[in-house]
């Protein structure tokens, strides 16, 4: 199966380590990963602060670098849900609209990925460690991905899966959120910071970058031995 | 008052919700309550889901036909002995209703819990001529003691523990007992029967008129509703125009939503629908009642994409499951609406100017069109505001202005983002330490003040996937 890596921005220059795993993953399962490189931003900073001309170009740059991909993949379920809202930002766009469309049924988180489209539960790694998983907002609640990547990691051998108490709560990132209203998103990141301390997990895990920035800056401000990793990190873990 | 509440600029409300240790106690247990409560309700019926879009086609087919059902409602209401008054500011319902109050020469009037009152200033209206207004709401009660505003929509003094209760019973009303609620409850009953006995006009809300018969329904859990309309011979119910169901089976789906998404219950103590006057032959209900029905903004917002905000039927399940209700409380929303509703709503409703911040305060993580029960598509409401304040507003700081089209130009430049993925880490060397800023220049500072930000990776993903690439070609 052919599949094209959507990397992310966020992961292209602040975590390359995740955009490898993802590829290796997805090679492991037995994908065909190429880069389309002309890929950029999904256009979300923009569209979410209510710059909507300025997101359109981010949007009709990532419809072009993607216009000859089979499956579009990302390890991000907030920028995949991004992606899936272009048909309605483009609603109504004879140019684009029928395009936006195109991309969006193309494209999927990588743990939908694996488990609705390849149908997978197991993917073979290893990890060892007392893990507890935030369900970022977007990934849940925008794209609709629940339960996928809990039924991933509770197949990964080794790994103790405690659930992280309020898990649903926003961890304060919201994008421009965190810097626009950096007090409230402070408060916010906090209280993630303390359940997730409650729950004695040497790992957190997530599926979105930003709110892995968010709460890992957090805990190490704060001095917290909890390592922040990203799924697809241990999903490619093999000691 | 009126939907704003106070002058204190956005962020410094924030800084003091923040810093109000007892109030933000109080939320974060309530919330806690009633999230298992709204979940628990919900599984109990089994298919919520279905529920709530019954919810939505009712409130959409309403706001379609509004004017139809409008005229149904007064005429089932005329029809019924009671008098319809359609106000289109919150000024002249004011007026409507202090004309009666002068007619009747009413000394006391008894009110039960109503958002629309706090939103035209009623109570202020009553006193400038001459009423007393007794709140018999027990939080609105508490809050009219200590001269607050609501912070919540359906218990407005969620901020407040029982200490601070206690105190303001004992400072206003000379209460001698301890802070058991059971005590303070029955106190406050005490004090607030002698009120009902002797009101001449009663007050209230209205959850949802149904337009068929011209009945005003009333939820609560204490039944003050009760008494305030079946004792005083006057009887007046304020309703923002958007809230009538069309017939008493819509009331039924309406009310199982509305109590199981409020509080998590099946169904509150009291359900209450009151048509009209006393007919012949009726042993109970006003002598004279009126219905004032509201517009202050609201016809407004019909037609434009907007709309679904009026299906809210005020449950605040979007402000139970709110992180950023969570740490800053209602107050500091400086709307009589808080949470994500009145993020929505009050601009709409009040303008841009006060209240550009309020479709901010939110990190857009849709707990909130996830909670509604009648599918108000909040988070994306906040968005299209954003955008209105941009686009048409011109309200946006230019600095973020700036940045936006420069991020335009870099995300649809594939050479430029190329590029900034090389000098990202050296740009950002300066501000590094051992592979962390944590003193960020510029908007990273916002960031950095709380945590750390990590330095860019050596090298960017693209360039890893090149030189793999090129490995591979030439094995």
């Given at each position: 199966?052919?599949?094209?890596?959507?990397?992310?921005?966020?992961?292209?220059i602040f975590?390359?380590n995740?955009?490898?795993?993802?590829?290796?993953?997805l090679e492991?399962?037995g994908?065909?990963?190429?880069?389309?490189?002309?890929q950029?931003?999904?256009?979300?900073?923009?569209y979410?602060s209510?710059?909507l001309?300025?997101?359109?170009?981010?949007?009709?740059q990532m419809i072009?670098?993607?216009k000859d991909s089979e499956?579009?993949?990302?390890?991000?379920?907030?920028?995949?849900?991004?992606?899936?809202?272009?048909?309605?930002?483009?609603?109504?766009?004879?140019?684009?609209?029928?395009?936006?469309?195109?991309?969006?049924?193309k494209?999927?988180?990588?743990?939908q990925?694996?488990?609705?489209v390849l149908?997978m539960t197991?993917?073979?790694?290893?990890?060892?460690?007392?893990?507890?998983?935030h369900?970022?907002?977007?990934?849940t609640?925008?794209?609709?991905?629940?339960d996928?990547?809990k039924?991933l990691l509770q197949?990964?051998?080794?790994?103790?899966?405690?659930?992280l108490p309020i898990?649903?709560?926003?961890?304060g990132?919201?994008?421009?959120?965190?810097?626009?209203?950096a007090?409230?998103?402070?408060?916010?990141?906090?209280e993630k910071s303390e359940?997730?301390t409650?729950?004695?997990a040497?790992?957190?895990?997530?599926?979105d970058?930003?709110?892995?920035?968010?709460?890992?800056?957090?805990?190490?401000r704060?001095?917290?031995?909890?390592?922040?990793?990203?799924?697809?990190?241990?999903?490619?873990?093999?000691? | 008052?009126?939907?704003?509440?106070?002058?204190?600029?956005?962020?410094?409300r924030?800084?003091?919700?923040?810093e109000?240790?007892?109030m933000?106690k109080?939320?974060?247990s309530?919330?806690?309550?009633?999230?298992?409560?709204?979940?628990?309700?919900?599984?109990?019926?089994?298919d919520?889901?279905?529920?709530r879009?019954?919810?939505e086609?009712?409130?959409?087919h309403?706001?379609?036909?509004?004017?139809f059902?409008?005229?149904k409602?007064s005429?089932a209401?005329s029809?019924?002995?009671g008098?319809?008054y359609?106000?289109?500011?919150a000024?002249?319902?004011?007026?409507?209703?202090?004309d009666?109050?002068?007619?009747?020469?009413?000394k006391?009037?008894?009110?039960?819990?109503?958002m629309?009152?706090?939103e035209?200033g009623?109570?202020?209206?009553?006193?400038?001529?001459?009423g007393?207004?007794?709140?018999?709401d027990?939080?609105?009660?508490?809050l009219q003691?200590?001269?607050?505003p609501?912070?919540?929509?359906v218990t407005?003094?969620?901020?407040?523990?029982?200490?601070?209760i206690r105190e303001t019973?004992?400072?206003?009303k000379g209460?001698?007992?301890?802070?058991d609620p059971?005590e303070?409850a029955?106190?406050?009953?005490?004090?607030l029967?002698?009120?009902?006995?002797?009101a001449?006009?009663g007050?209230?809300g209205c959850?949802?008129a149904?337009a068929?018969?011209?009945?005003?329904?009333?939820?609560?859990?204490e039944?003050n509703?009760r008494l305030?309309?079946a004792?005083?011979?006057?009887?007046?119910s304020?309703?923002g125009m958007?809230?009538?169901?069309?017939?008493?089976?819509d009331?039924?789906?309406m009310v199982?939503l509305?109590?199981?998404a409020?509080?998590?219950?099946k169904?509150?103590?009291?359900?209450?629908?009151?048509?009209?006057?006393?007919?012949?032959?009726?042993?109970d209900?006003?002598e004279?009642?009126?219905?004032?029905?509201?517009?202050n903004?609201?016809s407004?917002?019909l037609g434009?994409?907007?709309q679904?905000?009026l299906?809210?039927?005020?449950?605040?399940?979007?402000?139970?499951?709110?992180?950023?209700y969570?740490?800053?409380?209602?107050?500091?929303?400086?709307?009589?609406?808080?949470?994500?509703?009145?993020?929505?709503?009050t601009?709409?409703?009040d303008g841009?100017?006060?209240h550009?911040?309020?479709?901010?305060?939110s990190?857009?993580?849709a707990?909130?069109?996830?909670a509604?029960?009648?599918?108000?598509?909040?988070h994306?409401?906040?968005?299209?505001h954003?955008?209105i304040?941009?686009?048409?507003e011109n309200k946006?700081?230019?600095m973020?202005?700036?940045?936006m089209?420069?991020?335009?130009?870099?995300a649809?430049?594939?050479a430029?983002y190329?590029l900034?993925?090389?000098?990202?880490?050296?740009?950002l060397?300066?501000w590094?330490e051992?592979?962390?800023?944590?003193?960020g220049?510029?908007?990273?500072?916002?960031w950095?003040?709380?945590?750390?930000f990590?330095a860019?990776?050596k090298?960017?993903?693209?360039?890893w996937?090149?030189?793999?690439?090129?490995?591979?070609e030439?094995?």
């Amino acid at each position: 199966m052919k599949v094209s890596l959507f990397i992310t921005c966020l992961c292209d220059i602040f975590s390359t380590n995740v955009g490898k795993d993802t590829v290796e993953l997805l090679e492991r399962v037995g994908c065909e990963v190429d880069f389309p490189e002309l890929q950029t931003c999904c256009g979300q900073p923009a569209y979410n602060s209510g710059y909507l001309t300025e997101s359109k170009q981010a949007m009709k740059q990532m419809i072009r670098a993607f216009k000859d991909s089979e499956y579009v993949v990302g390890p991000s379920g907030s920028c995949v849900g991004m992606l899936k809202e272009y048909p309605e930002i483009f609603t109504g766009d004879p140019k684009w609209e029928e395009e936006a469309k195109a991309l969006a049924a193309k494209s999927f988180e990588v743990t939908q990925f694996l488990v609705d489209v390849l149908g997978m539960t197991d993917v073979g790694s290893t990890f060892r460690g007392k893990v507890t998983y935030h369900p970022s907002c977007h990934m849940t609640r925008i794209l609709g991905v629940k339960d996928a990547p809990k039924t991933l990691l509770q197949h990964v051998d080794g790994v103790e899966l405690v659930e992280l108490p309020i898990g649903e709560d926003c961890c304060g990132f919201g994008g421009t959120f965190s810097v626009k209203n950096a007090a409230i998103s402070e408060q916010m990141v906090q209280e993630k910071s303390e359940h997730i301390t409650e729950t004695g997990a040497e790992y957190l895990v997530g599926g979105d970058m930003g709110c892995l920035l968010n709460i890992g800056g957090r805990m190490a401000r704060e001095g917290k031995n909890v390592q922040v990793m990203h799924i697809a990190e241990i999903l490619n873990y093999q000691k | 008052m009126s939907v704003k509440i106070g002058n204190a600029p956005f962020h410094n409300r924030v800084q003091d919700g923040i810093e109000n240790d007892f109030m933000r106690k109080a939320v974060s247990s309530a919330q806690g309550r009633f999230r298992s409560g709204r979940r628990n309700a919900a599984e109990e019926l089994g298919d919520w889901e279905d529920w709530r879009t019954l919810g939505e086609e009712i409130r959409s087919h309403t706001l379609e036909n509004i004017d139809f059902y409008l005229e149904k409602l007064s005429d089932a209401v005329s029809n019924r002995g009671g008098n319809v008054y359609f106000a289109q500011t919150a000024e002249e319902a004011n007026q409507y209703i202090q004309d009666i109050v002068k007619r009747k020469e009413a000394k006391k009037i008894v009110k039960s819990k109503s958002m629309v009152t706090e939103e035209i200033g009623l109570n202020a209206a009553l006193e400038e001529v001459g009423g007393e207004v007794v709140e018999t709401d027990l939080g609105e009660w508490i809050l009219q003691l200590d001269e607050d505003p609501p912070s919540h929509i359906v218990t407005p003094a969620l901020h407040k523990d029982k200490g601070q209760i206690r105190e303001t019973f004992s400072k206003k009303k000379g209460y001698e007992k301890t802070d058991d609620p059971e005590e303070l409850a029955l106190f406050a009953r005490e004090q607030l029967r002698e009120d009902f006995l002797s009101a001449d006009v009663g007050i209230t809300g209205c959850n949802f008129a149904v337009a068929e018969s011209g009945a005003i329904t009333l939820v609560t859990n204490e039944g003050n509703a009760r008494l305030a309309t079946a004792l005083p011979d006057t009887q007046i119910s304020v309703m923002g125009m958007e809230r009538l169901v069309p017939t008493w089976e819509d009331l039924e789906v309406m009310v199982s939503l509305l109590t199981r998404a409020a509080v998590g219950q099946k169904l509150t103590s009291y359900v209450t629908s009151l048509t009209g006057t006393r007919l012949e032959g009726e042993v109970d209900g006003p002598e004279e009642f009126h219905l004032v029905i509201l517009d202050n903004g609201r016809s407004k917002i019909l037609g434009t994409e907007f709309q679904a905000a009026l299906h809210c039927i005020r449950c605040a399940a979007c402000i139970n499951v709110c992180p950023v209700y969570r740490h800053v409380g209602g107050h500091a929303y400086g709307s009589i609406y808080p949470g994500p509703i009145g993020a929505v709503l009050t601009p709409l409703l009040d303008g841009y100017d006060d209240h550009k911040e309020l479709p901010y305060a939110s990190s857009l993580c849709a707990a909130c069109t996830e909670a509604c029960p009648v599918k108000i598509p909040l988070h994306e409401m906040l968005i299209r505001h954003r955008q209105i304040i941009v686009e048409r507003e011109n309200k946006a700081p230019k600095m973020e202005k700036l940045m936006m089209k420069g991020y335009a130009k870099w995300a649809s430049s594939p050479a430029a983002y190329k590029l900034s993925t090389k000098v990202a880490k050296p740009g950002l060397k300066p501000w590094t330490e051992e592979e962390t800023i944590s003193n960020g220049p510029g908007p990273l500072k916002g960031w950095t003040n709380a945590r750390d930000f990590p330095a860019p990776s050596k090298q960017s993903f693209r360039s890893w996937y090149k030189s793999r690439r090129k490995r591979e070609e030439s094995e």
